[in-house]
DNA sequence: GCTTATCTACTTCAAGTGTAGTATAATAAT
DNA sequence: ATTATTATACTACACTTGAAGTAGATAAGC
């Protein structure tokens, strides 16, 4: 798996939102703030079909694209390779968030999260 | 700020972990491994500047770089591109290295952190 | 059946990235 | 001073990404 770019994956992102679709639904449901042209989406579709992110299947007038990578494994491989690429660790990547100044709420969240991955697993 | 591509941001660490620094020392103290060229360096380097990410300055026969964005500060800014461009929330994040298996060894040094965290701000 | 709208497939094009080559200036060696 | 080394500045070039245009197939309207 690779790393996808920013507009495609903002693509991935619509697909995994609404399930298979097509191009001119996939725009106007989700597509639209971007303001691309129906033929950029197309484009990025094709794109990430290329690199086996999707699958393309004709359907009547239209094509429709299917995600073949779930959202979970692409966060999953892409949230490693986040720490590899930068921060080494979990610990260090959520420091860093902290330098910044991470929300209240975030913390929390995040520390309900922890005590959920903690609990459910003894030492 | 701008995010940076893979290479670039190697010699950044490079140039973090040893200080200022001439192209030569970079390559043969820390980025031997990528068996990269000395005029690949350069060039790297020469983004870099372009970008101000680094300064240079002629020490004698070569060129000194010193960097000019803090390893804190552009971990500060890219940890939170990060979850904007995929995760929304720092739990989200933490829930997809969780997904992929994080190591009991990462999982208590975040604990630690988020206790920290948290100790020194009350409620 | 011809016109019009729609869709896809293919092409384009500029900017960014990965990687290095060439030309030239400066330094060191003899 | 001539030669060899080294460093830098500039250029090159293929590939990727962001964004869309064109051409041709298809379907829908009348």
Redesign the pocket.
Known sequence: MKRL????LEVMKALWATGPD???ALLEARLAP???????V??YL?RLADKGFVA?RRE????LYTPLVGQEAYQAFDSRAVLNRLYGSPRNFVAALARDGMRQDELEELRTLLDQLNGGQSQ
Do not use: L, Q
């Open positions: 770019p920013d507009t495609e097509t191009p001119r971007f303001g691309w042209a129906s033929n950029t197309n484009t094709s393309v009547g007038k239209s094509n």
